[in-house]
T-cell receptor, first 111, second 107 residues
């Protein structure tokens, strides 16, 4: 089944403790991206990647890192999480200029 | 980046009613897409519609790229249509989303 898989689904952590949210797609998509969703603000793009080893900042990249070492994987890294990074996170992928497909989301709480 | 305005912000419908959701963009439309976020949080792509009209069952969408807007039509609404509808565009490679229309369909 074609899908975008994010893990974990829920994550509670404490300030400053490094964490990684994984994202994998099995559709051979070149484009992958991360978003955060906050009440009243819609979805805002954090980072995106056009292909392996190519990443670019979105609207809200501060405090996040990404890497694209393989085409199928695009992990999101929070090296020193802070409470203002508590949010619902989505990974997504697509072929160029085609439909964007989302993962199921990761609800992150930073205490 | 571009500004994306969605209207109305909230909508309550009786089951069976029709509705129109609108998305306005501050710049030219390139790769417009419509999404539905269901009450469980899943985001589903409804349409990729940079221009013209497309239909999928009870849903249809029209984008007028030259006038920088898109419309999503929901006919004969059902309770399963409830959720939040987002539009988004990518002027380059970066996605910009509207803040959504929250739809509640009452039985």
């Amino acid at each position: 089944e074609a899908q975008v898989t994010q893990n974990p689904r829920y994550l509670i952590t404490v300030t400053g403790k490094k964490l990684t949210v994984t994202c994998s797609q099995n559709m051979n998509h070149e484009y992958m991206s991360w978003y955060r969703q906050d009440p009243g603000l819609g979805l805002r793009q954090i980072y995106y990647s056009m292909n392996v080893e190519v990443t670019d900042k979105g609207d809200v990249p501060e405090g996040y890192k990404v890497s694209r070492k393989e085409k199928r994987n695009f992990p999101l890294i929070l090296e020193s999480p802070s409470p203002n990074q508590t949010s619902l996170y989505f990974c997504a992928s697509s072929l160029p200029n085609e439909k964007l497909f989302f993962g199921s989301g990761t609800q992150l709480s930073v205490l | 980046g571009i500004q994306v305005e969605q209207s109305p912000p909230d909508l309550i419908l009786q089951e069976g009613a029709n509705s129109t959701l609108r998305c306005n963009f501050s710049d030219s439309v390139n790769n417009l897409q419509w999404f539905h976020q269901n009450p469980w949080g899943q985001l589903i792509n409804l349409f990729y519609i940079p221009s013209g009209t497309k239909q999928n069952g009870r849903l249809s969408a029209t984008t007028v790229a030259t006038e920088r807007y898109s419309l999503l039509y929901i006919s004969s609404s059902q309770t399963t249509d409830s959720g939040v509808y987002f539009c988004a565009d990518t002027p380059g490679n970066q996605f910009y989303f509207g803040t959504g229309t929250s739809l509640t369909v009452i039985p």
